[in-house]
T-cell receptor
Framework: DQQVKQNSPSLSVQEGRISILNCDYT??????FLWYKKYPAEGPTFLIS?????DKNEDGRFTVFLNKSAKHLSLHIVPSQPGDSAVYFC?????????FGKGTKLSVKP | KAGVTQTPRYLIKTRGQQVTLSCSPI?????VSWYQQTPGQGLQFLFE???????NKGNFPGRFSGRQFSNSRSEMNVSTLELGDSALYLC??????????????FGPGTRLTVL
């Protein structure tokens, strides 16, 4: 049973445009969500988080939106840059435990 | 401040062998989690250790085990290796479990290939 789903394995976006990465979850007990970015041959690095009591969190070019009623969150990257090309993992957390999605590979084309 | 370190970075083993991977968390971090990453499966949680005790365990067979030492360093062991165990094994450290936004810091991983 996948508690966190990233239904798009890949996404291709033109440089300068918006990238929208989506994530759905089934576990209502998650009380926070995180996004991680992973380059090949490196471990994931933390990008941005959102508490379940918020519906939006912004950090520079990155914004995460949470829709609790739909059990859906999304990561917006504006404007997208070639260096953003990586695999993005969404994770739901509860009591310190993280459940990750399978990831979405983002390719930003110059 | 040094990040999470994992050794070895690459490992090649044959079926039936056993392997031990090591993880040193960030100084001051007392919680260590292990994940398996395979193509198409994302990051799958193996187990978490805090204060030398296994706090949580994922849905993996008993061939996968781990431990944590008093200095918070952790090891994971896989016995009787199978071809399907080929994966990137990631270790992540955090200050302590149960924090509301428990940001975990990942190491570079150990790439295990089972032939």
């Amino acid at each position: 049973d996948q508690q966190v789903k990233q239904n798009s394995p890949s996404l291709s976006v033109q440089e300068g445009r918006i990238s929208i990465l989506n994530c759905d979850y089934t576990n209502s007990m998650f009380d926070y969500f995180l996004w991680y970015k992973k380059y090949p041959a490196e471990g994931p690095t933390f990008l941005i988080s959102i508490s379940s009591i918020k519906d939006k969190n912004e950090d520079g070019r990155f914004t995460v939106f949470l829709n609790k009623s739909a059990k859906h969150l999304s990561l917006h990257i504006v404007p997208s840059q070639p260096g953003d090309s990586a695999v993005y993992f969404c994770a739901g957390g509860s009591q310190g435990n993280l459940i990750f999605g399978k990831g979405t590979k983002l390719s930003v084309k110059p | 401040k040094a990040g999470v370190t994992q050794t070895p970075r690459y490992l090649i083993k044959t079926r039936g062998q056993q392997v031990t991977l090591s993880c040193s968390p960030i100084s001051g971090h007392r919680s260590v989690s292990w994940y398996q990453q395979t193509p198409g499966q994302g990051l799958q949680f193996l187990f978490e250790y805090f204060s030398e005790t296994q706090r949580n365990k994922g849905n993996f067979p008993g061939r996968f085990s781990g431990r944590q030492f008093s200095n918070s360093r952790s090891e994971m062991n896989v016995s009787t290796l199978e071809l399907g165990d080929s994966a990137l094994y990631l270790c992540a450290s955090s200050l302590a479990p149960g924090q509301r936004t428990n940001e975990q810091f990942f190491g570079p991983g150990t790439r295990l290939t089972v032939l």
